[in-house]
């Protein structure tokens, strides 16, 4: 499984932005895909996934700000960032799992495939 993130920027306090995640290789065999971040200093941090099924989970400091999807014809995951704060601001990652017996939500080191960071910075 290749995981391609892109969709980060620079923004304002409030704005938003809609982070991707294109999957290619044996997509049919990912039995969840997250999107996790980390700031300079601190932990990775998980952010919200999405599973095969469709069950979504969300870090408490997201949940009405961010939504996951996912488009499965363009085998794409999509984080969309509302709200943006200034802590949000972060290397923001994809990660897949292939392992359907894993108890979720996974801990970043249980993923894995990642995707290549993409920088979120949201100004003040």
């Known amino acids: 499984v290749q995981l391609q993130a892109s969709g980060g920027g620079l923004v304002q306090a409030g704005g938003s932005l809609r982070l991707s995640c294109a999957a290619s290789g044996s997509i049919f065999s990912i039995s969840v895909m997250g999107w996790y971040r980390q700031a300079p200093g601190k932990e990775r941090e998980l952010v919200a996934h999405i599973t095969s099924g469709g069950s979504m989970n969300y870090v408490d400091s997201v949940k009405g700000r961010f939504t996951i999807s996912r488009d499965n014809a363009k085998n794409t995951v999509y984080l969309q960032m509302n709200s943006l704060k200034p802590e949000d601001t972060a290397v923001y990652y994809c990660?897949?799992?292939?392992?359907?017996?894993?108890?979720?939500?996974?801990?970043?080191?249980?993923?894995?495939?990642w995707g290549q960071g993409t920088q979120v910075t949201v100004s003040s």
């Open positions: 990660a897949a799992d292939t392992d359907w017996d894993k108890n979720l939500p996974l801990r970043s080191y249980e993923y894995e495939y």
